[in-house]
């Protein structure tokens, strides 16, 4: 259960971002070109699979994050709108990628991006073309779209992706579209998130008759334990479908996986990496989960009817980033090369365990960014007698 501390001063906020940038330069100064997933030993070259193929957004995603921010500190906005371009359009050809679930985490966090900030009609069919591939993984029978293991398996995980589909819909008009992408999340809904707001991480399905089968988990402790990264690609990824679809049953859903998450993670608002693992384990904490839960309940909040629940989800996301801020990045610790540590990827195969991971680094840059432009957008108000 979260408790609460003093608000997170914009100070550190900004020193944080500032660390940020300094890592991603030194990133791509000493591996140009290279896209990592997790560290080892707290370095972003290794050897160690990659087990799916999913993170490649993350890095230009960052760049973009601080090209964006670069418009409100005068920072090096040129510098990192040619980064942001070089590392995005090698990604190009992943539109037509069919063997992955995972196309709106890679192009959400750049292409999309990118299309904001240049409103260039082709990267806008990129993004369209991705959301009718990602679309092409949907199974009929069952009502969902494949995870990139079999077909008769669905991840909470793709909650992150639908959110292109639905783009991909709005930009065409192509209503097939967003019904998949409907019946995805009703799916999901239905399926993986539990009464008490809780998710299973797997759900397999009889192929030939559509009907659910059991739970399963990859990365998580057990079938019917909460593994909290996919906790957090709920409230989030619900939150977004809520988003474009102004249907109160997604937002519901967010809120409760964001009320299951705040009632069980720790103080600091950090998780254990599966809510539900033995004790020992419990002790180890998925850093990338909070900065996921952060930057979600940050997007959540301003959707919420009732302006106290919205004003505790912006509350737990500011504890949770002071937190994250204050006592694990990789300030102190020269060596290490990435951003966050303590993330973990996936305990069962010894992948990335107690490490920095891209997607970690992307989504707390990501909800450093947002609550500065609002906290700046708030006092801007402020100033003018607005509120
Ligand atoms: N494959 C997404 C994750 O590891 O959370």
Redesign the pocket.
């Known amino acids: 259960m979260i408790q609460f501390g003093p608000e997170i001063d914009r100070g550190l906020m900004e020193e944080t971002l500032a660390f940020a940038e300094r890592q991603v330069t030194r990133l791509i100064e000493k591996y140009p070109g290279y896209y990592p997933v997790y560290t080892k030993d707290g370095k972003w070259k290794h050897e160690g699979p990659a087990?799916?193929h999913?993170c490649d957004g993350f890095l230009p995603g960052l760049m973009w994050i601080f090209h964006r921010r670069s418009s409100e500190n005068g920072g090096r906005g040129a510098f990192w709108m040619e980064k942001a371009v070089e590392y995005s359009r090698p990604l190009e050809p992943r539109q037509f990628d069919r063997d992955v679930h995972?196309l709106g985490?890679i192009f959400l966090s750049s292409y999309y991006r990118w299309y904001q900030a240049s409103r260039d009609p082709k990267l806008n069919e990129v993004l369209i073309q991705a959301g009718r591939t990602l679309s092409q993984r949907f199974v009929e029978k069952g009502q969902y779209l494949r995870s990139f293991v079999s077909e008769d398996s669905l991840?909470i995980?793709i909650m992150m992706n639908v959110g292109l589909i639905f783009y991909a819909s709005r930009e065409t008009g192509d209503r097939r579209l967003r019904d998949i992408a409907i019946r995805h999340a009703l799916t999901t809904r239905r399926y993986l998130v539990r009464g008490d707001g809780s998710t299973a991480h797997e759900g397999i399905f009889d192929v030939k008759t559509g009907e659910f089968l059991r739970h399963s988990t990859q990365?998580g402790w057990r079938a019917d334990s909460c593994w909290s990264?996919?906790l957090t690609?709920a409230l989030y990824g619900f939150g977004s479908c809520y988003e474009y679809t102004r249907d109160p049953r997604f937002l519901d859903t967010a809120e409760r996986c964001a009320d299951y998450y705040l009632t069980h993670t720790n103080a600091d608002g950090i998780p254990p990496w599966d809510f539900q693992a033995p004790e020992d384990s419990r002790k180890m904490v998925d850093t990338?989960a909070a900065a996921i839960a952060a930057s979600g309940l940050l997007r959540l909040c301003r959707m919420l009817p009732d302006p106290v629940k919205g004003f505790y989800y912006w509350s737990s996301a500011l504890h949770i980033l002071r937190n994250l801020c204050e006592k694990h990045t990789a300030r102190d610790d020269e060596p290490w090369e990435g951003i966050l540590k303590g993330g973990v990827?996936?305990v069962h195969r010894n992948l990335g365990v107690n490490e920095s991971v891209m997607?970690g680094d992307y989504f707390f840059c990501e909800a450093l960014e947002n609550a500065l432009r609002h906290t700046l957008s708030n006092q801007a108000r402020k100033a003018n007698g607005r509120v």
Do not use: A, L
């Open positions: 087990w799916t999913w995972d985490f991840f995980d990365q990264r996919g690609w990338s990827y996936h997607w």
